[in-house]
C-alpha cells in the first residue's frame, strides 16, 4: 500500500513521515520506524504496529481502536 508517497509495509521507515489525517486502518506497520512521524488525526484502526518504533511520534486525534501497539496489546 502507499500512502502520501510513502510505502506502507512491515519494517518501512516511515521516520518523520507527513502522514497526516492518513487512511491507514488495518495496515501491516510491524517493526516499523515512525519515529517523529506526522500522524495526527490518521486512522489507524485495526492497525499492526507489533514492534513499531513510535518514539516522539504525534498521535493527536489518532484512531487506534483495535490497534495492536508495540509491546503487544491491543488499544481499545
Known amino acids: 500500500m502507499e500512502v502520501n508517497g510513502y ?9 518523520s513521515a507527513n502522514l497526516k489525517g492518513a487512511d491507514l486502518g488495518w495496515a501491516n506497520l510491524t517493526s516499523a520506524k515512525l519515529g517523529d512521524a ?4 490518521a486512522n489507524l484502526e485495526g492497525a499492526n504496529l507489533r514492534g ?5 511520534a504525534n498521535l493527536n486525534r489518532a484512531n487506534l481502536r483495535g490497534a495492536t501497539m508495540p509491546d503487544g496489546t491491543i488499544h481499545v
Open 52 to 56: 513499531a518504533d513510535l518514539r516522539d
Open 7 to 15: 510505502r506502507i509495509e512491515p519494517g518501512a521507515n516511515l521516520t
Open 38 to 41: 506526522m500522524l495526527a488525526g
